[in-house]
């Protein structure tokens, strides 16, 4: 039976729905299926896991957001609530000292997705991981705690590893392809000594159940996109950790030159493109090697 490849989607800012991966996930069904020629009466080869974190900090936003409101009327309402969105989410994320409630209960939430995705896919199937925005901090932050974490640098909480269970997949040993969009990541990396370290891509852990199976990380940014910015260039382990960074023009002709394109990865044929392509080519090797 072939080997299937688990994907997890991981939104960014906004008033995000239940629902967001939804057109991002039809059109990549699209995609694989042109390049395999997958009849739609066969099984799976691909199964899709949204990351859905937005409602851990909501409700606490909207309180915020109210009370200011009330306080007098706010001039550019559409680029002022964006930067809010983005604002108050990364502030409310980010953990401080002494606490931690917010990051633990958003990497919960991702923890639980992925044992999700691996109960579907088969707890030993290959990762790919489509992050967005200031979800691009979040996947590198939760697979970073799953990769550094030891007894004597305790960075899981009890409540994240009892959501993730034991399957290779929601451990992140399988991570295998990590696409970032529109990635602030860059802007994070002044918080620590020369710019961070990055994560491990594909897992180190990959080779023991994959030998021959070879990971990416491809980091899209469109050249207007005040959130997004490259990352290879950061320093040393960026240029080892990233394969590439690619500029696109998101939105097309008419919204690439816009600050809110950050708004239009999801559904850029630029970005959709590498990423079908590049889950086919898991797929085929792994299920080639089984032959």
């Known amino acids: 039976m072939p080997q299937s490849v688990a994907v997890a989607i991981v939104h960014g800012i906004g008033r995000q729905k239940e629902d967001f991966a939804s057109a991002i996930i039809q ?4 995609r694989v299926r042109q390049q395999l020629g997958e009849d739609p009466q066969e099984a799976p080869r691909f199964f899709f ?5 937005a409602p851990v ?9 109210s009370r200011l409101r009330k306080g007098g009327s706010l001039g550019w309402t559409g ?18 000292e002494g606490r931690r409630d917010a990051y633990d209960r958003v990497h919960a939430v991702f923890a639980d997705s992925l044992r999700r995705l691996a109960q579907q896919a088969g707890p030993h199937a290959p990762l790919c991981v489509i992050s967005h925005s200031l979800g691009t901090v979040i996947a590198c932050n939760f697979f970073y705690d799953l990769q550094t974490h030891s007894s ?3 960075l899981i909480a009890p409540t994240v590893r009892q959501k993730l269970g034991d399957a290779p997949l ?9 696409y970032t969009m529109g990635s602030p990541v860059a802007l994070w990396s002044l918080r620590y000594e020369n710019f961070g370290k990055p994560i491990h891509v594909p897992s180190p852990k990959l080779h023991s159940h994959y030998p021959i199976l070879a990971g990416e990380w491809v980091n899209f940014y469109g050249k ?4 997004g910015y490259p990352l290879k260039e950061l320093n040393a382990d960026y240029r080892v950790a990233v394969t590439s960074d690619c500029p696109v023009l998101v939105g097309g002709p008419l919204a690439f030159w816009n600050p809110l394109s950050h708004m239009a990865y999801f559904g850029d044929t630029d970005v959709l493109g590498p990423i079908a392509e590049g889950l086919v ?11």
Do not use: H, S
Not at 49 to 53: E, G, L, R, S
Not at 57 to 65: A, G, I, R, S, Y
Not at 82 to 96: L, N, R, S, T
């Open 170 to 178: 929601a451990c992140g040993e399988t991570l295998t392809l990590f």
């Open 79 to 96: 680029l002022r609530e964006f930067m809010e969105d983005f604002a108050a989410d990364a502030i409310a994320y980010q953990p401080i």
């Open 224 to 227: 207007a996109d005040v959130i």
């Open 49 to 53: 896991q949204p990351v859905y974190w």
């Open 57 to 65: 900090l909501q409700n606490e936003e909207d309180e915020l957001w």
């Open 27 to 30: 059109q990549l069904r699209m």
């Open 281 to 291: 080519g898991v797929w085929q090797t792994i299920n080639a090697a089984q032959r």
């Open 152 to 154: 004597e640098k305790p």
